[in-house]
């Protein structure tokens, strides 16, 4: 089970680019790489998956380097309301419960 | 499309009590799967089920046991409940697909139980 390492928190001005990194050394070959943001009181919410180069989405980037032992979620522009704990996950989907593995994610703060 | 719901919302049980926690799956998911959060921690993976057989535990014990029906809805219960057990409890569905694709989870607003 690949486990995941995250800065604990974060701060950031309302309308700057926020990068967190995340290391997961021990990725396997068939493994996916995926990022849930999570309100307070809510449960957590899909944000974007990839497995090498880039992905983008209409709300955030993922940056993955060749040797896929980190991740970079990257968030355009960031607004309050992307005050929230983010957190990366590593697993592979064949095998069910394989990718269920949260930590204890990144709390980014957005400071007016 | 109807998301996912979870029932009650809120639970105040005592110590040694049982209590059953149920999910809704959003239409047309076959997996679901439980996590137990307590305060300032992330989500700890419960177990999951695929077309009603367990597809996976992580680290809970026995006293924690789960059911998924042919609608895909699902029951977690908890035996002889301690003051541990406090937490947000999580359901989570999605589409099981073939090729190894990690299936992305939309999670339901959570029960809140608290265990006195």
């Known amino acids: 089970l690949a486990k995941t390492t995250q800065p604990i928190s974060m701060d950031s001005y309302e309308g700057q680019e926020v990068n967190i990194t995340c290391s997961h050394n021990?990725?396997?070959?068939?493994?996916?790489i995926t990022w849930y943001q999570q309100f307070p009181s809510q449960g957590p919410r899909f944000i974007i998956q990839?497995?090498?180069t880039k992905v983008t989405n209409e709300v955030a980037s993922l940056f993955i380097p060749a040797d896929r032992k980190s991740s970079t979620l990257s968030l355009p522009r960031v607004s309050l309301s992307d005050t929230a704990v983010y957190y990366c996950?590593?697993?592979?989907?064949?095998?069910?419960?394989?990718?269920?593995?949260f930590g204890t994610g990144t709390r980014l703060t957005v400071i007016p | 499309e109807t998301g996912v719901t979870q029932s009650p919302t809120h639970l105040i049980k005592t110590r040694g009590q049982q209590v059953t926690l149920r999910c809704s799956s959003q239409?047309?998911?076959?997996?679901v799967s439980w996590y137990q959060q307590a305060l300032g921690q992330g989500p700890q993976f419960i177990f999951q089920?695929?077309?009603?057989?367990?597809?996976g535990r992580g680290n809970f014990p026995p006293r924690f046991s789960g059911l998924q029906f042919p609608n895909y809805s699902s029951e977690l219960n908890v035996n002889a409940l301690e003051l541990d057990d406090s937490a947000l409890y999580l359901c989570?569905?999605?589409?099981?697909?073939?090729?190894?694709?990690?299936?992305?989870?939309?999670f339901g607003p959570g029960t809140r139980l608290t265990v006195l």
């Open positions: 089920y695929y077309r009603e057989e367990e597809n």
């Open positions: 990839g497995y090498k």
């Open positions: 021990n990725i396997a070959t068939n493994d996916y």
């Open positions: 989570a569905s999605s589409l099981a697909i073939a090729g190894g694709v990690l299936d992305e989870q939309f």
């Open positions: 996950l590593v697993g592979d989907g064949r095998t069910g419960a394989n990718n269920l593995f």
């Open positions: 239409s047309g998911h076959n997996t």
